[in-house]
């Protein structure tokens, strides 16, 4: 009787390895260092000039409060926009809208078709959530650019993802007719933070350049500065010099101004007409006495009122 082979453990080890499948290779996540990082473009000039179909973002409290600074310009020429912030704020906690971004859609009565499937309107404003208080409650510096890195992210993000808004003309029907593509031109801010939240400009900055930009978002914005008083493409130092054709006689030294007082003073002195003999009358015990002229008095009673001041 033939004796059946006995495969070896070497075999039986190779055979398996041939049997077991091979492990698929891991998808790589995309690497982050190859996005494109956000472009900020100073202007000066108006913010809210020229602004429609622009998002005009500003960093806010969690608190619903637009009550000074760039704020306040916000709240009086958009009064609808502050309404809208100060509902969403009151429906979510501090802790859930700090580090995020609200996008306000424009006025209904801005909004114009531009074709079948485009329209243009009035300015989107954006809410950047970057503090949770206001005032002396505010965040600490840190804080703030750390929650201003996250906002922008989020605005990013919240800008490409509106691609349809409803016709809000046409009410009664529904369907794709009823929706048309949101025309964004361009994303414009003041400089955020420098104001009231008092962190330095350069430094918020910095973080805004930091921020990556994924496929599709938008990769600059624009910061806007009012022009500096009285700045119109000269130097104040040239402003105020005066041209050399309608300048004024040349200025003397003061010693020679002095001299020249003092010199006129003698002349007058020397000039002036001689005081009037002075009084003689007799007194009763027969000797004379002098009554001062009476220009005279005056100068002594005024030479003693200049010395009380001085005391």
């Not at 510096?141 to 929650?147: E, F, Q, R, S």
Request: proline share 8%; glycine share 6%; aromatic share 4%.
């Amino acid at each position: 009787m033939a004796q059946e082979s006995v495969p070896s453990p070497l075999a039986e080890l190779s055979q398996a390895s041939k049997q077991q499948k091979r492990p698929r290779p891991m998808k790589r996540e995309q690497d982050s260092t190859s996005l494109p990082s956000l472009k900020v473009v100073e202007k000066t000039g108006d913010l809210f000039e020229d602004a429609g179909s622009t998002v005009l973002a500003h960093a806010c409290n969690c608190q619903g409060k637009w009550g000074a600074g760039i704020a306040a310009a916000f709240k009086k020429k958009y009064p609808g926009a502050f309404k809208t912030y100060e509902e969403h704020c009151r429906k979510n906690s501090p802790e859930t809208l700090i580090g995020t971004a609200l996008l306000i859609a424009p006025e209904e009565d801005t909004m114009t078709s531009e074709s079948s499937t485009d329209f243009t309107s009035g300015p989107w404003i954006a809410c950047l959530f970057i503090s949770i208080g206001h005032g002396k409650q505010k965040d600490t510096k840190d804080t703030i650019l750390a929650n201003t890195h996250k906002a922008m992210q989020s605005l990013l993000s919240n800008i490409h993802r509106t691609k349809l808004v409803p016709n809000r003309h046409d009410k009664e029907t529904t369907g794709p007719s009823t929706v048309h593509r949101a025309v964004i031109q361009a994303i414009r801010m003041p400089r955020i933070n420098s104001g009231l939240f008092n962190v330095p400009w350069h430094e918020t900055k910095a973080v805004l350049e930091s921020v990556q930009v994924r496929k599709g978002q938008f990769l600059e914005v624009e910061v806007v500065s009012p022009p500096v008083k009285g700045d119109r493409g000269t130097t104040s130092a040239a402003k105020v010099k005066t041209p050399a054709a309608k300048r004024g006689p040349p200025q003397r030294d003061v010693e020679e101004d002095k001299e020249d007082s003092s010199s006129q003073e003698s002349s007058t002195k020397s000039e002036r007409a001689p005081l009037p003999p002075r009084r003689t009358f007799m007194a009763k015990d027969g000797r004379q006495d002098q009554q001062p002229s009476p220009i005279e008095a005056p100068k002594r009673k005024k030479q003693k009122r200049v010395n009380d001041d001085d005391d």
